[in-house]
């Protein structure tokens, strides 16, 4: 008899140890087969809007520099993919070093597997958010392209691409969305990218065109688009992988990805109509090419706000988005003068502010708790919490851009020369056309 009590006083801390490790097991994160497929589904969708925004610039600069122009959004695929997973990556989402970057710990991938890691999104491989955001890394870079279309030499925009993926959009994904991040600590609302995308895009592209100058004969010659339905095509991709870019930030296939989708779908169309409508009474017609950027604009500016508003907010925003920033591509660049070739300071850059802004006003925790109310929902104080994300991403941005592009040009000649600007750089670039056929 008292052997079989010691025997069970023996076995009872092991059966706590082992009904403690199983409870353990339970309270561990646990990847989600649904949120995984949703979420890596989303990553490829994002990844479609780059060559979407390829065919979107590339309809819109003239037939010598239509492969050049495409080149520019492809390659970049190729180039920050590689960046990425090198030291990208543990850059902008590593371990956090005094909330101003990550540390080195994760370069090329090191400690990111297939666990979940619970700082990020608990249902899914750490891999799998590693490559969710690496979509967002490249086609922020190819957005800057569009200031810069038919000038900008290809050696210099490789390196500028490079240097500036690291130097800006890496420490920028940091503080916004890092683990840590002193703009995430300060409570600034960016649910997929309006600071960290398009603002820091959008302002980078402005400062490049303005290093660069003006192409030639601009102001003097037309400079209208080689081919529309290039064009109309690429924003008809753009908006489809932009539900992958907006909802797929939830991290989950549940009610907050579904809100994303929705309000992202209703901002793109209000600011398609109201950037038509008011084309139609400032110039008389309505075009595609208006409706298109129209589209594009309500799409950058429900950006940050789509996982925080509600689709009658999202009306707001898009309609009032679209009124903006054809006003900032069709009065405000003609009366300043500068060249952004393909209006991606204007779309992005202005689109991306109001987007930030206008989530300090419409955004609730009734959309979503773990996010803040904005002014129209008893919180001023967020309105100027966006204002300092806002001016942040401005100011570090177009200082930074422009220390690159002044290092850059200590090895190599930033703008293309006259004959070949002249000739397109499609020939002198890459010795190739893209319409053989045509004499």
Known sequence: MRKKMIGACCLLPLMWLASS????????P????????FVLLCAALVLLMTPGLALFYGGMVRRKNVLSTIMHSFIIIALVSVQWVLFGYTL???????????????LGLIGVGGAPNPDYAATIPHLAYMAFQLMFAIITAALISGSFAERFRFPAFLIFTLLWTTIVYDP????????GGWLRNLGVLDFAGGTVVHISSGVSGLVTALVLGKRLGYGREPMVPHHLPFTVLG??????????????SALAANGLAANAFVVTNTAAAAAALSWLCTEWIHNGKPTILGAASGCVAGLVAITPASGFVTPLSAVLIGLIGGIICYFAVSV?????????????????????????????????????PAGANGLFFGNPGQLWTQFIGVITSWAFAAIVTFIILKVVSLFTRL???????????????HGERAYDYIS
């Open 415 to 429: 703008r293309a020369s006259d004959e070949e600007e002249l000739a397109g750089l499609d020939l002198p670039m």
């Open 332 to 368: 405000v660049k003609a009366k300043l003068g500068y060249d952004d070739s393909l209006d991606a300071f204007g779309v992005h850059g202005i689109g991306g502010t109001w987007g930030a802004l206008a989530t300090g006003l419409f955004a609730t925790t009734a959309v979503n």
């Open 92 to 106: 902008a989402f590593g371990p956090d070093k005094l909330h101003l970057i990550g540390n080195l710990s994760w």
């Open 235 to 248: 924003a008809g991709l753009l908006w489809f992988g932009w539900f992958g870019f907006n909802a797929g």
């Open 172 to 179: 920028m994904a940091h503080w916004v969305w890092g683990a």
């Open 21 to 28: 490790g199983i409870a353990w097991a339970a309270d561990a």
């Open 30 to 37: 646990k990847i989600d087969s649904g949120d995984t497929a």
